[in-house]
């Protein structure tokens, strides 16, 4: 086979303008890719994020304590329910098949509340991206929450990013030994920590931190925990702001949702620029304010020069705004070099006119409607939500049956839900069809209707035969209501019965 | 080693074999793919020594582990078995009556009647007992060997001309077939099993055959015709919705003359005595008609 792979000439194409020089050959680059490695990727080169101080990083702190502290929390809040409840606050109870949260009660035929949560989180963030960029990615994202986490105890066992590289780059030695076995440990033991607190979701979280560890939990917590050690070891250790950039479709997303007036991590280049190094003393005129000290670069976690403008790769983290403030205030220079800013406000200073921020936008406007017309339809769903559900199925299969003294017969399958926590008394009533009798199979008919008592957050399948005289079936599919009281309210059900045509015989 | 054979247009090494002028190229193979088949030849080695492997004359290796599929089903099954055991113990106690009675008795006999006869009854009977021709129908309240839950019961585990000595046996004679009658009086009985159900039919005829009826057929059939569940001898007077083998003239004069009766097994022989109980209350509680 002969077939010249496309990736090759990338590479080659990748190469060529990196070395500034005489464009190479494709062959010459492929060799070089040889001698590197396979040519299969391109290699992840190395990022040594700087720490840095200032405001973005400290609400990045505490916004990293109070997303972990709600992670990490929330399985352990008791909740008081009726006995023989789970008494915790929230659980997805997949034996139970019930999905509390607080003092709200789902049931699986109700998943429609999960997929509008799922909506309102959606547009949520599609009106904050649109107004304030990808927030959601510098400081709220899991993948940055917990990388930060990892980068911090990776600063503590191998100090910051001059003494990391220097560390990188050294011989094997019993001092990078300990310092990289004890980093890899810390990140394990996390990692754990996070697929050990995912499982109490779905446990009552007592018995089964007691369970867990005598090897008596459900294999599926096993498998979650391990699983989810593994992702989380994988992701914040070693893949990191690989993730952001090659596997979330978030950012290519975002691309739609951001316009010339989102908020971005901005470098103010009509500010900036001509950039270059400046001596203490030299005078600020007739250039900008970058002295290129390469310091917004150094503390991005992502790896990348906001001076090239809005990218794919940013997440809006802002640790380049602090680290660009801290040179600012050194040169005695006005801070926000680098701040939240937008591309409009941008060319606005340097056409030398006042920048607008206008909130409300076309995109803006509409992300807002809706997100208020499905919060406000979740809300009425939930607030009418009824304790009690009933639905009626007919049988197929005999659709009818012909007694010997010529009544027909149906039968009925209801299903009576009692969402509540107390016993339930109902009456089974039947509407519609003159002379019809009910029974239950192996009971006497009778055109009273049927008592029945359902217990509590159970469904009732009730059987139901319903017989006709010959006399009232006029046609092959009359209407029949069942109607189900209970408790001073009705819930109505209506449904067909069928016989042949009865006069045709 | 020989010079590398590069190809001039990529660089990439080819294997330096050429066929009509086609060389191949002789890229590496990717970390990932090479990782995984060195993973996989371990895995097979592991494998090999753990779990039943390598077949001999006679037997095979049974590996460390001593793993038999088929002993792992058997197993199941076992466990099964032990369990219906356990959950139809109640139904052995209990009589049909009470477990029809007993909502959760009879909800599980629902369950393990719908089952066993899905898979074994609606075979001829139709998913939903509603038969055919020359199959019952289950489900309209008319019995030919009787309704009752302990008739049903009994129907069930001895079946009908199954050869079992319990089974019910009796068989309608091929009237025509066996030479009985001749045929003009198959014609008389057929108007007169017409004229039973007060359908029109010629009066001559039903006045020939009235003694020819008491002779041959009253002795099952009933004086009457109203049929006789002990040897299974339908109703002749209903009209005949639910005849087994029709009820037009042709319908009856072919029966009268070749005197049809299907088989059905003794399902005892196959099934314990829980499963039929279940089955019965499951066939009675969902048929119209007749109580027990």
Known sequence: MTVVIERNRKAGADATPATGGAPISVAEATRAKGREGSGLYRKRTPIYPKLVHGRWRTIKWALLIVTLGIYYSTPWIRWARPAGAPQQAVLVDFTGRRFYFFSIELWPQEVYFITGLLVMAALALFLVTSLFGRLWCGYACPQTVWTDLYIAVERLFEGDRNARMKLDASKWSFDKLWRKVGKHAVWLVIAFSTGGAWIFYFHDAPTLLKTFWVGQAPMTAYVSAGVLTLTTYGLAGTMREQVCTYMCPWPRIQGAMIDGHSLQVTYRSDRGEPRGPHKKGQSWEGRGDCVDCNQCVVVCPMGIDIRNGGQIECINCGLCIDACNEIMVRLERPTGLIAYDTDEAVAARRARQRPVYPLVRSRTIYYGVALTAVSLLMAFGLATRSPVDFAVLRDRNPTFVRLDDGSVRDGYTLKIENRSWERRAFQVSLGGLRGATMQTPGAAPSAAPLSVTVEPNQVLALRVLVTAPPASLTAQSEPLIFTLSGGGRAWRNASVFLSSDVAAQ | MAERDEDETSGVETTGHEWDGIREFDTPLPRWWLIIFYASIAFAVIYWVLMPAWPLITTNTPGLLHYSE????????????????????????????????????????????????????????????????????????????????????????????????????????????????????????????????????????VARAAPLFQSNCAVCHGAGGTGNQLVGAPNLADGGRQWLYGSDRASIHDQIWNGHGGVMPAWGRRFDANTIKALAVYIHANAGGQAS
């Open chain 2, 70 to 205: 088929r002993a792992s089903v058997m197993r199941e099954v076992a466990a099964m078995r032990a369990k219906r055991q356990a959950e139809g113990a109640q139904l052995q106690r209990a009589t049909l009556e009470q477990i029809e009675k007993d909502p959760q008795m009879q909800a599980y006999a629902f369950a393990v009647g719908q089952s066993i006869f899905g898979d074994n009854c609606a075979v001829c009977h139709g998913q939903g007992g509603l038969g055919g021709k020359g199959y019952p129908n289950l489900r309209e309240g008319v019995w030919l060997w009787g309704g009752s839950l302990e008739q049903i019961q009994q129907t069930i585990t001895y079946g009908i001309r199954s050869g079992d000595p319990n089974a019910h046996n009796s068989q309608m004679p091929a009237f025509g077939r066996d030479g009985i009658l001749q045929p003009s009086q198959i014609d008389d009985l057929t108007e007169y099993v017409v004229s039973l159900s007060h359908r029109p039919a010629d009066a001559a005829a």
